[in-house]
């Protein structure tokens, strides 16, 4: 089992940035990468980042690109989402998620407990 804990959410206003931090711990040995996911109040959960462990590049949303990202400290098992130029619509549960090697990013093994993050207007 991999466990995530997500911290670094809270209110900012629009044009601000935040830090989003998530450790994991456990049998990440298992994980291919890691990656974050959002849900607004009412809507679906919706794909923001993800990045490997090793090897490849980040990948992106067109909604985020240029605004967030995503790096990674294998040493402390740790990622981080880094989120400038931040927007009302930002305004989210984000969710800390980790595949399994030979998994899909669509489908993440692993969740965190989430994370609100809220933008004022």
């Known amino acids: 089992q991999v466990q995530l804990v997500e911290s670094g959410g809270g209110l900012v206003q629009a044009g601000g940035s935040l830090r989003l931090s998530c450790a994991a711990s456990?049998?990440?040995?298992?994980?291919?990468?890691m990656g974050w996911f959002r849900q607004g109040l009412g809507k679906e959960r919706e794909f923001i980042a993800r990045?490997?462990?090793?090897?490849?590049?980040?990948y992106y949303a067109d909604s985020v690109k240029g605004r967030f990202t995503i790096s990674r400290d294998n040493a402390k098992k740790t990622v981080y989402l880094q989120m400038n130029s931040l927007k009302f619509e930002d305004t989210a549960t984000y969710y800390c998620?980790?595949?399994?090697?030979?998994?899909?990013?669509?489908?993440?093994?692993?969740w965190g407990q989430g994370t609100q993050v809220t933008v004022s207007s």
């Open positions: 456990g049998r990440t040995s298992s994980t291919h990468g």
């Open positions: 990045i490997p462990w090793s090897g490849g590049s980040p």
């Open positions: 998620a980790a595949v399994r090697a030979g998994g899909l990013w669509s489908c993440p093994e692993y």
